[in-house]
């Protein structure tokens, strides 16, 4: 099974509309963490948000959020009023393991976000 | 504060050839990730290094090494070269490993002839 799954390969959203990337994980650790980049076309991955498995509340970072629904296992980039500059590839990750220990880290295959003015 | 550096930028080597890739994180970071992107298998994990020591290892052959200075700047070795270890190869650095809220380098393309 995958460990992390985007299912969107490519999305078109207008320019100050919302959008959700969806992503889902496969992990049977009880500590784990799960993040979103950003990797516009010059190629550079860009940190965008983090979620830990324990936190309670659902990750924002300014017009970025993290939908997080444990027992689904899944964990939605919510972009909101989007941008011209938000076209780009995004990737779900996701962090197995403790900070102490033994960690695993696998990515998605990424959606490609393009926003129509 | 100055960004997660890597050099080069571009490498042409022809098969068989060994090459070493460098990065330098930011100040501070003592975890340094390296990432391997290629079109076909996207982005997948070599390995992390933290304080001088290998902390994890991705599915790599040995020809793939890695090693960590006490500054925190790391160095990556791949060994005679395949014409699939053609990537972009990423470094990423992150201030500890419990929230793993890494900072990308601009990454290294590797071309192999």
């Known amino acids: 099974a995958q460990k992390i799954t985007q299912t969107q390969p490519g999305m078109f959203v207008q320019e100050k509309e919302a959008v959700t990337l969806d992503c889902t994980y496969d992990?049977?650790?009880?500590?784990?963490?799960l993040f979103w980049y950003k990797q516009p076309s010059s190629g550079e991955m860009i940190f965008l948000i983090y979620q830990g498995s324990y936190d309670q509340q659902n990750a924002t970072e300014g017009r970025y959020s993290l939908n997080f629904q444990k027992a689904r296992k899944s964990a939605n980039l919510v972009i909101s009023a989007s941008q011209l500059g938000d076209s780009a590839m995004y990737f779900c990750?996701?962090?197995?393991?403790?900070?102490?220990?033994?960690?695993?880290?696998?990515f998605g295959t990424g959606t490609k976000l393009q926003v129509i003015p | 504060k100055a960004g997660v550096t890597q050099t080069p930028r571009y490498l042409i080597k022809t098969r068989g050839q060994q090459v070493t890739l460098s990065c330098s994180p930011i100040s501070g970071h003592r975890s340094v990730s390296w990432y391997q992107q290629t079109p076909g298998q996207g982005l997948q994990f070599l390995f992390e290094?933290?304080?001088?020591?290998?902390?994890n290892k991705g599915n790599f052959p040995g020809r793939f090494s890695g090693r960590q200075f006490s500054n925190s700047r790391s160095e990556m070795n791949v060994s005679t070269l395949e014409l699939g270890d053609s990537a972009l190869y990423l470094c990423?650095?992150?201030?500890?490993?419990?929230?793993?809220?890494?900072?990308f380098g601009p990454g290294t393309r590797l071309t192999v002839t």
């Open positions: 990750a996701m962090r197995e393991g403790s900070a102490g220990g033994y960690q695993k880290v696998t």
């Open positions: 992990t049977s650790d009880p500590s784990y963490g």
């Open positions: 990423a650095s992150s201030l500890n490993r419990d929230r793993y809220e890494q900072y």
């Open positions: 290094y933290f304080s001088e020591t290998q902390r």
